[in-house]
């Protein structure tokens, strides 16, 4: 189990997640949230998978109207949107740094 880098920019953040997004990496975020936290930044680049209590909790954070950014998400991400029928709903702010140039 890899321990997400956690650091803060302001009101913002940054997380990097390594190996795996579950409940014990969803509840380590959470310990870093405070009254000021209005985003989260979370780079997803080494990320191998992420389960339905990542997906509820960024959608939840979302919902909320708090800033969220994800980054290079796994294929496995949009899977789980369209087993949780979220694809059509929500259309989370993502950034994919992975793409090849053409």
């Not at 997640?17 to 936290?37: A, R």
């Not at 969220?68 to 899977?79: K, Y």
């Amino acid at each position: 189990m890899s321990i997400p880098n956690i650091h803060r920019e302001g009101t913002t953040l940054n997380i990097e997640i390594q190996g795996g997004f579950n409940l014990w990496v969803k509840n380590m975020i959470l310990n870093h949230i405070n009254n000021y936290t209005h985003a989260l930044k979370i780079d997803l680049t080494e990320c191998k998978f992420i389960d339905s209590e990542g997906i509820i909790f960024l959608h939840q954070w979302q919902q909320k109207g708090k800033d969220l950014q994800l980054i290079n998400p796994p294929d496995v991400f949009f899977e789980i949107l369209e087993i949780l029928e979220l694809d059509d709903s929500w259309q989370p702010n993502i950034t994919n740094t992975n793409e090849e140039s053409l």
